[in-house]
């Protein structure tokens, strides 16, 4: 069973148009986060959900917003695709606060043409 | 928020123990330290979190100074399969930066 599961897994898209990504964690955690992973390997945190309410939200385009329906799935729309959109996007998924360990899944990545 | 940095590259054969070292100078009292594995297309995975001295799993052991202002991953014997980028993070900053990439060798 896939503890956390990113759909799809590849996103190739043109420019200004709005796609989203999906997220589901089977961990019964209550912590899920959004990362942005760039060329130079990066791994930039974006947001965070704690019991579905926002508790980081980085410096990140308003263009990007997460949504989260219930503590097991967080969900990152984006608006407006720019080139520099393109990464590989992680979700990942912790019990409790944000020192305990994160279970990511294996990433969604992001080609804008 | 503590800062870690941590060697950009290690080369090793198989066998042999890897020692990957982080600073974090700046560690909270209360913050713990957590070591993450990414291999090519795939997220990150944990590996080890301590807070002092010494922390053994099946995978690694980490080891933590009095000063806690760093500390050392150590793999046991590494295999080809080790060869990955290591992030070392500090307390609750969600930083992964750059990571050290692990390159094993026959």
């Known amino acids: 069973d896939t503890a956390v599961s990113q759909t799809p897994k590849y996103l190739v898209t043109q420019m200004g148009n709005d796609k989203s990504i999906k997220c589901e964690q089977n961990l019964g955690h209550d912590t899920m986060y959004w990362y942005k992973q760039d060329s130079k390997k990066f791994l930039k945190i974006m947001f965070s959900y704690n019991n579905k309410e926002l508790i980081i939200n980085e410096t990140v385009p308003n263009r990007f917003s997460p949504k989260s329906p219930d503590k097991a799935h967080l969900n990152l729309h984006i608006n407006s695709l720019e080139l520099g959109d393109s990464a590989v996007y992680f979700c990942a998924s912790s019990q409790g606060n944000l020192r305990e360990p994160q279970h990511f899944g294996d990433g969604t990545r992001l080609s804008i043409l | 928020l503590a800062k870690t940095t941590q060697p950009i590259s290690m080369d090793s054969y198989e066998g042999q123990e890897v020692n990957i070292t982080c600073s974090h100078n700046n560690i909270a009292t209360n913050d713990y330290i957590t070591w993450y594995q990414q291999f090519p297309s795939q997220g990150p995975r944990f590996i080890i979190q301590g807070y002092k001295t010494k922390v053994t799993n099946e995978v690694a052991s980490l080891f933590i100074p009095a000063d806690r202002k760093s500390s050392t991953l150590s793999l046991p014997r590494v295999s080809l399969s080790d060869t990955a980028v290591y992030y070392c993070?500090?307390?609750?900053?969600?930083?992964f930066g750059k990571g050290t990439t692990l390159s094993v060798s026959s």
């Open positions: 993070l500090a307390g609750t900053a969600l930083i």
